[in-house]
């Protein structure tokens, strides 16, 4: 949030500028060429399915992998051409890559050993670190004797002792069963707002970058399709691939002619824009059931209905074959719903997205 | 019952083991402090047996382990450079590699050794192929009946034998290891000397051992290509057998030689893990 | 740059490893008295000479009688040996595995002078027997090292599966746990048959009286350099060399 408020048409200076920067192996493209800003304070995270560029771009901006096209600079200099050891940046690796053969305390050291950091200095910040990161009494254990959490928290330490500009993540929490997931991202939160760095992660669950980020880019087969903040994203998002991979999002097919959108599914409403066919995107959160004074209103029948504790998930099926997926609270729900049944759903239009093709 | 069961399988292993290896070793541990009266084994418990051993092969032994020192060396060196290569720099054609090792394996003890003869010698192979060249006007001498006869020779038969357990080391450094290494400031030297080699040292020193032992052991090669000078204790050990009889220093010999080695290759260790980082 | 570098070292270690054994094979099939260049004529005097030996055909029986049977038993009790391991604790197995091939880390030599001493003081006499005891000891190594390695990724769930379907633990074993390792077990077995069939030192000091290849070999080596043993050396290289690589196509083998 914080950068949010500075970001649009702010004066700073991005730390990290990519411009352009694209990655082809052979004839397949990796990474399309793009441009990405990233802030100081950022906690940024690059989201999208497996296969879609995102660990690719991450592991160019740590100097891993050499571009194809475009530059990287980090806090003005260009560092495109730089290996990973000249980089002002760390990574905490997917499956960790510590050194087998060294302990904690070693692996933690290793880098400060390398800078030629003096060895009073260097306990000094190993210590403080492990504190940070709360695994001061793992310091003398080797790694095959560490669980995936604890291993989790070494790679974390090993790369912040450093100090970089830009702490990278490759699935930082990728390996860890859900319960922990839950707690390293908050550890996550508590560490960047204790120290107050910019980072940049890699996610395929669109809840751990809603959790953890401020900023998010939704990647898709190599190209960056949306860049915002997460709450930007979830209300307005721009494909009807963002806004089904951002939470879940019922879509429904119509088509716009003269500034007027007719759904399939019955409803219509005006929208200004090209004509053409058109998807509409609402939330089921926005849905509600039996409504008589939506501004959208369509006729269906009630196929599903399961409680789920917070709220209860109901699948309404529609004419058209389409579905709505409405979640509900149980005191918004009218009386005398029953599977079977026909039932109406609506939602205001300010809850709706309007998006190009179906 | 199936851990009996279970138990029960080892027994025919173990019975090889305990039967053919431990007692015929434990025996011939006795028969070290035996006498001989007349070509006939009578028991004792003399030390002499290791006294002689060290009185008249006291220099064969040393020139062994200096030469067993060599060949462990050099083969541990090239076996390790390959399975390097395979690992890192080949790419693809890394599994033709590995199947030359494969392959070379077990292609006969005594046809490679009878190889080199042919290749070294006077009128061998590689002679020949000079004056064909017209390189030389005379064979040359300087290839066989010596001591770097013996560490070709045998280097060529134990380096397959070596780049097995030093390229399965290899194999267990995982990539992402040495990118974290990079990422954390280390230039290409640094992470060859603190994050490979470290972690192959179990590979590297069960290579060393290995090559160590079976060519301190060795008395084919020394005969056939080593020359008179090159008198390894294996050789003198296999007289003891086939021509002396005298079983008794044979098998002290045997074990001064086992002990020499295992405190050559400790030594060795201890040497390799100095070179350890912090 | 480095990398050719690196690459022209591989490529040297390859001619090192494959030259002498690739010279062997070429004159063996040459007409030449001695073994050096040039070469005259191509020919198959030297196998014609060997074949009509009759203690050729004497020692070549009998390496494959020995190998034969070692391949066979120390497959048999290799394998026993690596499924039972491979129920074991990690580091209980781990142990055991270090014990079971510690031989394969001694001099042959030692080996076989030990076993001399144990069977002429046990009253064992010498024979193909012994020969084949003696190679147990360093082919049995190998079987439980390759077939214990196939075990770690075994899946057990569908010798369970088996069970809970009625087999009894005899015929789970036959009609699922064997076809599963069979490939694995017949490599091992090849294996062994080529380090039996090379081995030449443990053979020397137990075999009594009579040859196997390798000691044939050995006795023509000490008195002149007869060009017949680069044909002995071919079959042999063949036989080892044969049976190694139809173990790694069998056990489809990647280091």
Redesign the interface.
């Known amino acids: 949030m914080q950068a949010d408020a500075t970001r649009p048409g702010g004066e700073r200076q991005p730390l990290v500028r990519l411009r352009g920067l694209g990655k082809t192996f052979g004839p397949v493209v990796a990474v399309a060429p793009l441009d990405l800003d990233i802030f100081a304070g950022d906690f940024y995270a690059l989201l999208g399915p497996s296969g879609c560029g995102k660990t690719t771009l991450l592991r160019m901006v740590?100097?891993?992998t050499p571009p194809t096209a475009g530059t990287v600079t980090i806090d003005g200099q260009d560092v495109t051409r730089l290996?990973?050891?000249k980089r002002p940046?760390?990574?905490v690796?997917q499956?960790?890559?510590?050194?087998?053969?060294?302990t904690v305390r070693?692996n933690i050291?290793?880098?400060l050993?390398?800078?030629r950091v003096a060895d009073t200095e260097r306990e000094e910040r190993v210590r403080a670190i492990m504190a940070l990161v709360r695994i001061g009494e793992l310091a003398e254990r080797k790694p095959d004797a560490l669980s995936g959490g604890q291993a989790q928290r070494v790679?974390l330490a090993?790369?912040l002792v450093?100090r970089p500009r830009v702490l990278l993540l490759d699935e930082p929490l990728a390996a860890l069963d859900l319960k922990l997931r839950k707690q390293m991202q908050e550890e996550l939160r508590r560490i960047h707002q204790s120290i107050g760095g910019t980072f940049v992660f890699v996610t395929h669950d669109q809840g751990e970058a809603m959790g953890l980020a401020n900023r998010i880019a939704v990647m898709e087969a190599g190209r960056c399709v949306q860049e915002g903040s997460p709450e930007e994203i979830y209300r307005r998002p721009k494909t009807r691939f963002v806004s089904g991979f951002i939470g879940e999002a019922n879509m429904l097919a119509g088509a716009r002619q003269g500034g007027r959108v007719r759904l399939g599914a019955g409803s219509a409403f005006d929208d200004d824009g090209a004509d053409g066919p058109v998807s509409v995107v609402v939330r089921p959160e926005a849905v509600r059931l039996g409504a008589v004074d939506a501004d959208v209103r369509l006729e269906g029948r009630l196929e599903d209905a399961v409680f789920l504790g917070p709220y209860t998930r109901y699948r309404v099926a529609l004419a058209t074959g389409e579905e709505i997926i409405a979640h509900a609270s149980d005191g918004r729900i009218e009386e005398g719903l029953a599977v079977g049944a026909p039932v109406a759903v609506g939602w205001s239009r300010a809850d709706q997205r309007i998006v190009e093709g179906t | 019952m199936e851990t009996l069961?279970?138990?029960a399988?080892?027994g025919?292993?173990?019975a090889?083991?305990g039967l053919?290896?431990v007692?015929?070793?434990a025996?011939?541990f006795v028969?070290s402090f035996w006498r001989v009266r007349t070509f006939k084994?009578s028991p004792d418990f003399i030390l002499d047996n290791y006294v002689d051993t060290f009185d008249k092969y006291g220099g064969s032994l040393l020139f062994t382990v200096a030469v067993a020192a060599t060949i462990a060396t050099l083969t541990t060196t090239?076996a390790f450079?390959?399975g390097?290569?395979?690992r890192?720099?080949?790419g693809r054609s890394g599994?033709a590699?590995?199947?030359?090792?494969?392959?070379?394996?077990?292609?006969?003890?005594?046809?490679?050794i009878?190889?080199?003869?042919?290749?070294l010698?006077t009128?061998?192979?590689l002679?020949?192929?000079l004056l064909?060249l017209g390189l030389v006007a005379e064979p040359l001498t300087i290839f066989i009946y010596n001591p770097g006869a013996v560490v070709v020779t045998l280097t060529?038969f134990l380096?397959?034998l070596a780049v097995l357990p030093v390229?399965?080391s290899l194999?267990g450094v995982?990539d992402?290891?040495l990118?974290?290494?990079?990422?954390?400031?280390?230039?290409p030297a640094?992470v060859f000397l603190?994050?490979i080699l470290?972690?192959c040292?179990p590979g590297v020193s069960a290579a060393f051992?290995?090559c160590f032992?079976?060519s301190?052991?060795?008395?084919?090669t020394p005969r056939?290509v080593g020359g008179p000078y090159t008198s390894m204790i294996?050789d003198f050990?296999?007289g003891q057998?086939s021509l002396k009889f005298d079983?008794p220093s044979?098998?002290a010999m045997?074990f001064t030689v086992?002990a020499a080695c295992l405190l050559a290759v400790l030594a060795a260790r201890a040497l390799l893990g100095l070179a350890?980082?912090? | 740059m480095a990398?050719t570098l690196?690459?022209v070292?591989?490529g040297l270690?390859?001619l090192?490893?494959?030259t002498?054994?690739v010279?062997?094979v070429l004159?063996s099939f040459t007409d030449n008295a001695?073994?050096?260049?040039?070469i005259e004529r191509f020919s198959t005097r030297w196998f014609r000479t060997l074949f009509e030996k009759d203690e050729f055909w004497k020692a070549f029986g009998n390496s494959l009688k020995i190998a034969s049977s070692v391949a066979v038993i120390s497959t048999?009790?290799?394998t026993?040996?690596a499924?039972?391991?491979a129920?074991?604790r990690e580091r209980v197995a781990n142990a055991?595995l270090v014990?079971?091939c510690?031989?394969?880390?001694?001099?042959?030599?030692?080996?076989g002078?030990?076993?001399?001493?144990?069977f002429n003081?046990t009253g064992v006499p010498l024979s193909l027997g012994t020969v084949i005891?003696?190679h147990?000891?360093i082919t049995?190594p190998f079987v439980?090292l390759i077939v214990y390695a196939r075990m770690a990724g075994f899946d057990y769930a569908a010798v369970d599966s088996a069970r809970d379907l009625g087999a009894s633990?005899w015929t789970a074993f036959w009609t699922v746990t064997f076809p599963m390792i069979s490939t694995t077990v017949i490599g091992a077995a090849l294996?062994a048959l080529?380090?039996s069939?090379?081995?030449?030192?443990i053979t020397f000091?137990t075999i009594g009286g009579g040859n196997t290849l390798?000691t044939y070999?050995?006795g023509k080596?000490r008195t002149y350099?007869d060009p017949s043993?680069?044909a002995?050396?071919t079959i042999?290289?063949g036989l080892?060399?044969g049976s190694?690589?139809l173990a790694?196509r069998v056990s489809r083998?990647?280091?």
């Open positions: 740590g100097g891993f290996g990973p050891e940046t760390n990574m690796f499956g960790y890559g510590l050194f087998p053969h060294m070693q050291g290793y880098g050993g390398l800078a790679a090993r790369a450093m | 069961r279970r138990h399988m080892l025919p292993a173990a090889v083991l053919l290896f007692a015929p070793f025996f011939l028969v084994l090239l450079g390959f390097y290569v395979i890192f720099k080949a599994n590699l590995l199947m030359v090792t494969l392959i070379t394996l077990f292609g006969g003890y005594l046809v490679k009878y190889a080199w003869k042919t290749i010698g009128e061998g192979i002679n020949s192929a064909a060529h380096l397959p390229y399965a194999r995982r992402i290891t990118e974290a290494a990079r990422d954390l400031g280390a230039r640094r603190d994050v470290p972690q040292l051992a290995f032992l079976i301190a052991g060795d008395y084919v056939y294996g050990i296999e057998f079983w044979g098998a045997s086992l350890r980082p912090r | 990398t690196w690459r070292f591989g270690i390859v090192f490893m494959l002498p054994l010279l062997v004159f001695l073994t050096n260049f040039p048999v009790i290799g026993l040996a499924l039972a391991l129920r074991l055991v014990a079971l510690f031989p394969v880390m001694l001099p042959a030599l030692v080996i002078i030990a076993l001399l001493v144990f003081k005891l003696g147990l000891v049995q439980i633990p294996i080529a380090i069939l090379d081995d030449f030192i000091f390798p070999v050995w080596v350099l043993i680069n002995i050396g042999l290289i080892t060399i190694t690589v790694l083998y990647r280091g």
